[in-house]
């Protein structure tokens, strides 16, 4: 007879960057101040906005000052903010920066308005407005050299940023504002399935592991597609265990897919 599994759930969010140089920051934000009606709708008070960016700490600093960066993506940084019916992604070109004096500050820039940035999109669609504005201060152990932040440590610092295109601007205040993890949303066993959700980022591949212990673990999906910044997976363990008996306990855990194999 088969046992009925009872989950004790693990997110090991097996940490690593996606790729060799790349820091993911995602974040949760609110709208505190709207000015007009950006996007070319009216955006609410208090609107929640969550999404992330990306960039690469061996982008070349253009400037020779240690205590001065200048970081200037060729294709290589993503941002990604959802809220309402909007999407609002990067041109892959941002501009980051450095500043260690007074209190050391890190900066993002995107889209128009940033010399050296790319037009960033709106819905899919090329917009020559849209823009990006990130800039947060923090200690020397948040941002010990002018070198682009590697961990991101200003995690706790309080900051504001902003989204805006021709028509207004988003200024948003952040809630939440750390390096990415996968990290479960919500949960449901029915019957022998066991479906997860996950937080996630766009155009990355996940890695799904099960084990009874904590100590041996079997890879039962190598390359989950991300379907954005949510991610579900189901597991069907009747399907997995034919034949066999299901596991009377069970732990998951779930690592970005770093490369190949």
């Not at 070349?60 to 959802?82: I, L, Q, Y």
């Not at 682009?148 to 207004?168: K, L």
């Not at 799904?208 to 597991?235: E, K, N, Q, V």
Request: with cysteine; charged share 20%.
């Amino acid at each position: 007879m088969k046992q009925r599994l009872t989950i004790l759930f693990l997110f090991a969010a097996l940490a690593g960057h996606c790729a060799a140089g790349r820091i993911t920051v995602e974040f949760e934000a609110v709208a505190r101040t709207v000015v007009g009606t950006p996007f070319g709708a009216p955006v609410p008070l208090d609107t929640q906005v969550r999404g992330y960016f990306a960039y690469e700490t061996d982008t070349p600093d253009t400037v020779a000052d240690s205590m001065v960066g200048d970081f200037r993506h060729a294709g290589t940084s993503e941002f990604c903010a959802e809220f309402l019916d909007f999407t609002v992604t990067g041109s892959g070109d941002a501009v980051g920066g450095t500043n260690l004096f007074g209190s050391p500050t890190f900066r993002l820039f995107d889209g128009a308005g940033h010399p050296f940035a790319g037009n960033m999109r709106v819905n899919g669609e090329i917009s020559e407005s849209a823009a990006f504005t990130f800039a947060i201060s923090g200690t020397a152990e948040d941002l010990p050299t002018d070198s682009m932040p590697d961990p991101f440590r200003f995690g706790g610092a309080p900051t504001t940023f902003s989204i805006s295109d021709a028509s207004g601007t988003l200024l948003l205040r952040a809630t939440r504002l750390r390096e990415f993890a996968p990290a479960p949303v919500a949960i449901a066993k029915r019957g022998d399935v066991v479906e997860i959700e996950f937080r996630s980022v766009k155009d990355r591949v996940f890695e799904i592991w099960f084990g009874t212990d904590l100590t041996g673990w079997t890879r039962i999906a190598g390359a989950h597609p991300s379907a954005g910044l949510r991610t579900t997976y189901t597991d069907d363990l009747a399907a997995r265990h034919e034949g066999g008996a299901i596991p009377e306990a069970g732990f998951y855990r779930i690592a970005e897919r770093t490369g190949g194999g």
